[in-house]
């Protein structure tokens, strides 16, 4: 991206994780706004308002228990339709047992459906949410930083040695932006 700002020069004492310099966030702060909008678009398809941790039940999504409850109601009037069926004479037509019989199974195959649909949702869902994950590491790598060191060397700074960009430069990926010197302490050759 273009060099925004730079906080530090050559010669300046720089410590740990401190911006040194920053690229424009726009497009990046936008892609991500837009990966946060389809998350939130999958979930509410869902019927939910965050992401499920762990087993999700597709059950308890509107849309499957809804569909469940259609397939129950046809299997019921089914059952009552098979034993006006078995009665001798039959007390219903032959096209009417066929037609009750198919919409049992339609309404079974509409559930399975709709039970296929969240779980495909909730997988597109988290999906999603990785890619917001890594929008926002796109995000943070707009902020160039001065590197932290190991444990035990908190208190280290560093000198700015080599300042190589400059304001409204286009700097690619994995470009050097400075070259830091720890300071302290400092080994001659």
């Known amino acids: 991206g273009r060099v925004e700002s730079i906080a530090f020069d050559v010669g300046d004492v720089v410590a740990q994780g401190a911006v040194l310099a920053q690229l424009e966030r ?8 837009q990966k946060r909008a389809a998350l939130l678009e999958s979930l509410a398809e869902l019927g939910l308002r965050e992401l499920p941790s762990g087993d999700f039940d597709a059950g308890s999504v509107p849309t499957v ?9 046809a299997d019921a009037r089914f059952g ?15 096209q009417d047992y066929s037609d009750l019989r198919t919409a049992r199974d339609v309404a079974r195959s509409d559930h399975d459906v709709a039970l296929l649909r969240a779980k ?10 990785v890619e ?15 590197p932290k060191l190991a444990a035990g060397q908190e208190g280290v700074t560093y000198r ?9 430069e286009y700097v690619a ?3 050097p932006t400075f070259r830091l010197v720890a300071s302290d302490p400092i080994k001659f050759r």
């Open 26 to 33: 726009t497009q990046y702060s936008l892609a991500l706004d």
């Open 65 to 73: 228990a809804k569909a469940l409850r259609e397939a129950e109601n």
């Open 80 to 94: 009552r339709a098979e034993q006006l069926w078995n009665q001798q004479p039959p007390l219903i037509s032959e």
């Open 120 to 129: 495909a949702t909730l997988a597109t869902a988290r999906a999603r949410d």
């Open 132 to 146: 917001i994950a890594l929008a926002q590491d796109r995000l943070d790598d707009t902020t160039v930083r001065a």
């Open 160 to 168: 700015v040695a080599a300042r190589q960009v400059s304001v409204g």
């Open 173 to 175: 990926a994995g470009a």
